[in-house]
């Protein structure tokens, strides 16, 4: 319920013929691609508002050719500016006079800026007691909630305004090709294969592709017929896979900017690599993806691709390194062939499946052998659609019960159970996760063989 003071702020903005709205996400590449959604809205309610965009200078590219706004600001607040440094950009952000602020990132500068600024109305995440003073309306995000999306979350920060999202999405216009992707494209063009644009790189370690997977994906893709466009963000992370060579292969070892990217991106058939920035880029221009995740702290349902074609290749819950080294190569060899010879088309519902099948891991409990062998088939049928599940049958001891069941959680990642009753055992799972700053635990009941 807002307060009729902010109604009236809010009404008095909305009035207005020209309002001016800056908009904040300053942090990595894909937080900021995830939230062209809100910009887009705010373009569609307000067409002759003046919307600027505060991002950092690493993604500024981005926006150099993003036809719904009217200029951008960057800033690198994880440089650690100086006090000075901070003060001047707040006078600059003043001299602007805008009318609307929109935080979308929860960081403590950014927090503030609004205020500082004197910018009279301000929505931003509510990270802290002193957000309610910073912010004319501080929102509450439910992070806790492992089914929102992190694009849904940025549209929760323009909730107060009551505006109907926009889905359609126009992507950041193809400037003229420079002379590394004009010969890239050339050559696309003889070739006249499907092309796969691996991105051999990620933000974060954890996240991160190993060169061995790459080389293995990329051999086989390219006796397979494909065309493999290999991209780096850092090459300095690869001492091989640099140097590799095939007919079917295209090596850039040049420094690309994030244009040359995004015109790459634009060009080929089907994007393969890990969860970053690049990979939401194309899912953006609706590209085929192909995406492998290495870390169990970035679930698809919070980070996931929204295009209409995806495979998501997330083995998590495998505790054989070597092994799951391997499935996760051919695995994705086999996704790429696969999703090369369909154009099926996921809905929304479709999507939320299969964010929902790569996110979950879940336990099954069972009280005793007997009620696991009449459950046996209706697990059968949840595991062939897609859903990872271990068994836990209770043992008398309860001691013993929690031992194996937090060994299953460190080893399968376990973050819900298919259960019909309450339990003690959860307690421990769910104070685990509540520590580590995860999402709260899911509690399904047992579905029944005719509606599994």
Not at 265 to 276: K, L, N, V
Not at 391 to 405: A, Q
Not at 416 to 423: D, T
Request: aromatic share 12%; net charge positive.
């Amino acid at each position: 319920m807002l307060k009729k003071s902010l109604i009236k702020h809010i009404d008095q903005f909305k009035s207005l013929t020209k309002p001016k709205i800056l908009i904040q996400r300053a942090d990595r590449l894909g937080d900021l691609v995830l939230a062209l959604p809100v910009i887009e809205t705010l373009r569609h309610h307000f067409p002759d508002a003046l919307i600027y965009v505060l991002c950092s200078s690493r993604n500024k590219q981005l926006l150099y050719h993003y036809p719904i706004i009217d200029e951008f600001i960057s800033f690198d607040i994880h440089l650690s500016p100086s006090a000075a440094d901070k003060q001047t950009f707040i006078e600059s952000i003043k001299d602007h006079k805008f009318d609307l602020y929109i935080a979308l990132w929860a960081e403590p500068f950014f927090q503030k800026l609004g205020f500082l600024a004197s910018i009279p109305l301000s929505f931003g995440p509510h990270i802290n007691p002193l957000s309610s003073f910073f912010y004319s309306q501080s929102i509450p995000l439910p992070w806790h909630d492992i089914f929102i999306h992190e694009s849904d979350f940025n549209f929760k920060c323009i909730e107060p305004l009551q505006l109907k999202p926009v889905q359609s999405l126009t992507p950041p216009e193809i400037q003229a090709a420079s002379s590394i992707t004009t010969k890239v494209i050339d050559r696309i063009n003889v070739l006249k294969k499907p092309t796969v644009l691996f991105f051999c790189s990620s933000g974060k370690p954890e996240t991160s592709i190993d060169e061995h997977t790459f080389l293995s994906i990329a051999n086989s893709l390219c006796g397979q017929g494909f065309h493999v466009l290999l991209t780096y963000g850092n090459l300095d992370s690869f001492k091989s896979i640099q140097y590799f060579e095939h007919p079917n292969l295209t090596n850039i070892t040049n420094e690309l900017s994030l244009n040359d990217l995004i015109q790459l991106i634009d060009t080929i058939d089907i994007y393969f690599g890990p969860d970053t920035g690049p990979s939401h880029i194309a899912s953006l221009f609706n590209k085929k993806v192909v995406l492998l995740y290495k870390s169990s702290h970035n679930p698809p349902l919070r980070w996931g691709p929204l295009c209409q074609q995806f495979s998501i290749i997330r083995l998590d819950y495998f505790s054989n390194s070597s092994l799951k080294n391997v499935l996760e190569s051919n695995t994705a060899i086999q996704a790429i062939y696969d999703i090369n010879q369909t154009n099926t088309q996921f809905s929304d519902t479709d999507i939320k499946r299969i964010h929902s099948q790569t996110s979950l891991r879940f336990i099954w409990t069972a009280n005793n052998k007997d009620q696991f062998k009449a459950e046996k088939e209706i697990i059968q049928t949840l595991k062939q659609q897609g859903w990872v599940i271990f068994v836990h049958i209770k043992r008398p001891n309860p001691l013993k019960n929690i031992v194996r069941l937090l060994q299953k959680y460190r080893q399968r990642h376990i973050n819900a159970f298919f259960s019909n009753s309450n339990s003690i055992y959860f307690y421990p799972i769910r104070f685990l996760l509540y520590s580590q700053l995860c999402p709260k635990l899911v509690i399904r009941s047992k579905p029944s063989l005719s509606k599994s």
